[in-house]
């Protein structure tokens, strides 16, 4: 069975884009030609490369596309960003909400935005977050005020959700994903420390890597993280690409 376009270029990037406009731009940003390396995409990239020029995204350069500011803003956007800072109060939070049926669009776009925000559900309409996301879900433009319900309340870490303890709640939740998270990021970090040079073209492939990892970590509290993550280090490999 054939792919779809959109399959094509999640594979290609891992995960990391579902458009080809995006993964262009990227492209661009680390200066990168993908019209020798895509052959199949060659016509779709073309015009995905005009539309982005026309919107003031790209310009032509002597050799290549590049990036413009307007370009890095809509890329700022897509892609995910590493959290330095990650103060944590000692307190989880339990969003609950109540978004009626005929809203239904609007629920799973809340439920994606929490997900993508590090909370994960508990059960249908309830979601635990190491995060006090009150005035970020306020100022979302997800909620309408006249017909959604949307609570925050916090429980401190001896706290308990029934009869399990937070703690043990929050370690259940994650543990399989921190996990497979953690594989990866060790994972990166061999494949660039095993290259002695890297081409523009190896750079571009791991950054991808890098970015599509980070975008599945729920970016936990460092004091909520394994002994023996790999993040950070991730990280800094990744800037210095």
């Known amino acids: 069975?054939?792919?779809?376009?959109?399959?094509?270029?999640?594979?290609?990037?891992?995960?990391?884009?579902?458009?080809?406009?995006?993964?262009?731009?990227?492209?661009a940003s680390v200066g990168v030609n993908l019209y020798k390396t895509a052959f199949a995409l060659r016509q779709k990239l073309l015009f995905s490369s005009y539309y982005a020029r026309k919107k003031g995204w790209l310009a032509k350069?002597?050799?290549?596309?590049?990036?413009?500011?307007?370009?890095k803003h809509r890329l700022a956007g897509v892609l995910p960003y590493y959290r330095k800072e990650r103060p944590w109060r000692n307190r989880f939070f339990l969003i609950t909400y109540d978004i009626k049926e005929r809203r239904?669009?609007?629920?799973?776009?809340?439920?994606?935005?929490?997900?993508?925000?590090?909370?994960?559900?508990?059960?249908?309409?309830?979601?635990?977050?190491?995060?006090?996301?009150?005035?970020a879900i306020a100022v979302s433009g997800l909620?309408?005020?006249?017909?959604?319900?949307?609570?925050?309340?916090?429980?401190?870490?001896?706290?308990?959700?029934?009869?399990e303890k937070i703690k043990d709640l929050v370690a259940r939740i994650y543990q399989k994903e921190l996990e497979s998270v953690n594989r990866k990021y060790y994972q990166f970090i061999n494949s660039v420390n095993k290259k002695?040079?890297?081409?523009?073209?190896?750079?571009?492939?791991?950054?991808?890597?890098?970015?599509?990892?980070?975008?599945?970590?729920?970016?936990?509290?460092?004091?909520?993280?394994?002994?023996?993550?790999?993040?950070?280090?991730?990280?800094?490999?990744?800037?210095?690409?």
């Open 196 to 241: 002695i040079k890297l081409t523009v073209e190896e750079i571009f492939s791991l950054k991808m890597r890098f970015l599509a990892i980070l975008k599945d970590d729920p970016q936990l509290p460092f004091k909520l993280l394994p002994a023996d993550w790999q993040g950070e280090k991730a990280y800094k490999l990744y800037m210095k690409l």
């Open 143 to 163: 909620i309408d005020d006249k017909n959604d319900l949307v609570l925050v309340s916090w429980l401190e870490k001896g706290m308990g959700v029934g009869r």
């Open 104 to 135: 239904r669009v609007q629920r799973d776009q809340l439920r994606k935005w929490l997900w993508q925000n590090g909370c994960r559900m508990i059960q249908e309409s309830v979601w635990i977050s190491v995060y006090d996301l009150t005035e």
């Open 61 to 71: 350069g002597r050799e290549s596309l590049q990036l413009t500011v307007r370009g």
């Open 1 to 27: 069975m054939q792919k779809s376009t959109r399959e094509v270029i999640e594979f290609l990037s891992g995960g990391l884009f579902r458009e080809t406009i995006d993964l262009i731009l990227f492209a």
